[in-house]
């Protein structure tokens, strides 16, 4: 299983707009990722209500995990967009 830990970017953390632009990017990524706080659950990266739920703050450490093929490549391109608070995932990353 690949997995990437990586602390959350965005000040106002995983909440509204960062959620939805998490929630499309990981759809995007044609990958099945799960995401966790390091004391909870995963959930379904793809899932806007599930990320919401884990109510992540700004600065906290977030878990991005996968087993399928590909999912190194995808990993890597969401923990970019959580550590840094982008407000798009760029293509060349």
């Known amino acids: 299983m690949a997995e990437r830990r990586v602390?959350?970017?965005?000040?106002?953390?995983?909440?509204?707009?960062?959620?939805?632009?998490?929630?499309?990017?990981?759809?995007?990524?044609?990958?099945?990722?799960?995401?966790a706080k390091s004391d909870s659950t995963p959930v379904n990266a793809a899932s806007m209500l599930a990320v919401l739920?884990?109510?992540?703050?700004?600065?906290?450490?977030?878990?991005?995990?996968?087993?399928?093929?590909?999912?190194?490549?995808?990993?890597d391109r969401l923990a970019k967009l959580v550590a840094e608070g982008l407000d798009e995932l760029p293509e060349t990353v």
């Open 7 to 35: 602390n959350v970017g965005w000040a106002e953390g995983l909440h509204a707009r960062p959620a939805s632009i998490f929630v499309r990017a990981a759809t995007a990524s044609g990958v099945p990722v799960t995401i």
């Open 53 to 75: 739920g884990l109510g992540a703050q700004g600065g906290e450490e977030i878990v991005l995990a996968s087993e399928a093929d590909g999912a190194e490549v995808a990993l």
